[in-house]
């Protein structure tokens, strides 16, 4: 944990406690609805990490550096955005493998294009979502998302360049 970790918590506390004296019952209110959210997500969030840890367990760092890492070339970048786009994967806990990845070894617009196709391309979705809209917008919505993770990389490429 560093730093930065640290000042959120600091804040995090501090606001509360001005919340607290501010206004009592609004404060508890709020910490309530917290918990009880917290403890709905629990169950989802739970095997997820426990998933993704012993993921993290079986596939050493090396691996991951040659897959996603900064020497993997266009075919890591392939590789990041397909595996996203047929990966179902909430925020809550994409963000954090990402992290995962990249101090693992991977590079930054290979986890970039992996976090965006996760994000936004929905091939897991694809069946509901041309039930509810049509086949013809789910394709398109599909394609449009995958350019846009491949603008996301591409600038990420020259960010970190």
């Known amino acids: 944990m560093g730093v930065s970790s640290y000042i959120i918590y600091a804040l995090a506390i501090i606001l509360l406690i001005v919340s607290y004296i501010k206004d009592t019952q609004k404060t ?41 890492g900064e020497d993997s070339g266009f075919l890591g970048y392939v590789i990041g955005m397909v595996v996203g786009s047929i990966t179902f994967m909430s925020p809550f806990v994409a963000y954090p493998l990402g992290v995962e990845l990249l101090e693992n070894g991977a590079a930054y617009p290979q986890v970039a294009g992996f976090l965006v196709t996760v994000m936004s391309v929905g091939l897991v979705y694809f069946a509901v979502e041309s039930k509810y809209f049509n086949k013809k917008a789910a394709v398109y919505r599909n394609l449009i998302s995958f350019v846009g993770a491949i603008i996301v990389v591409l600038i990420v490429l020259v960010v970190y360049a």
Not at 32 to 60: C, D, E, V
């Open 28 to 68: 508890k209110k709020g910490l309530l609805k917290a918990w009880k959210s917290f403890r709905k997500l629990m169950p989802l969030i739970l095997p997820l990490f426990l998933f993704i840890g012993i993921l993290l367990a079986l596939i050493t760092p090396s691996f991951i550096s040659s897959i996603l």
